[in-house]
């Protein structure tokens, strides 16, 4: 039989015990808030100290409080005190739906996100006296904060790109083949008539797969600028941070 790894939250905690529930939360808030710093994303030290904190401070609110509820059907209040965790969950969802940007393809804060929401959790649980179910939580954020990151930039995913080529016809240039031993797909999303140069402009949507790792290269504008002049090369893409 295996031994649990945490306790049921006491009627009456001591303040040590509450101290160290707090020294918990703040000890895993820096490890998670120095990962996210030091790759500077949005939610720094500060911010992740900060929610799992709060988070922590809910749960011993509601320990302290545990011995007041439950009374009679006659007594002037009642309340449950497991809410102030609900309360909380709801409060970091708020704050995880306003990190999460959109520009077009280009998504970011998704991780912030999850990270606001895993640190919660975390200090939930350090708060509830659970200091193994905390440790074990901080441990594996970490690893995938800092080990899974590298076998995510390693994954071969879609990239996107926008290529403008002009063009003396009034008829597009053949770009899938020209690109199509490259691994290249091409696909005409606009054209644009320059009366002034007498030529077109035609914008293709290019789709390649890649590890996130790599940088693009460059070779697939070397074959087209044999053909035609390239114009424009802007990089798209669904990207969460």
Known sequence: MFEPLCCDMPLHPTWPDLVARLLATLVAGFLIGLNREARGHSAGLRTTILVGLAACVAMIQANMLLDVSGKGPDSFVRMDVMRFALGVLTGVGFIGGGAILRRGD?????????????????????????????????????VTLQGLKWVDLKISRDHKAILSVSWPKNSPPDLQGMIRTLGYEARLVSMEHDPSGNRFVFSFQIRWKQPEADQPSTDVLGVVGEHCTVERFDMTGERSF
Not at 122 to 129: C, E, K, P, Q, S
Request: neutral net charge; without cysteine.
């Open 106 to 142: 280009l998504v970011t804060g998704v991780t912030t996100a999850a990270t606001m929401w895993i640190m919660t959790m975390i200090g939930l649980a350090f708060g509830g006296g659970q200091f193994g179910l905390g440790a074990i939580a901080t441990v594996l954020t970490l």
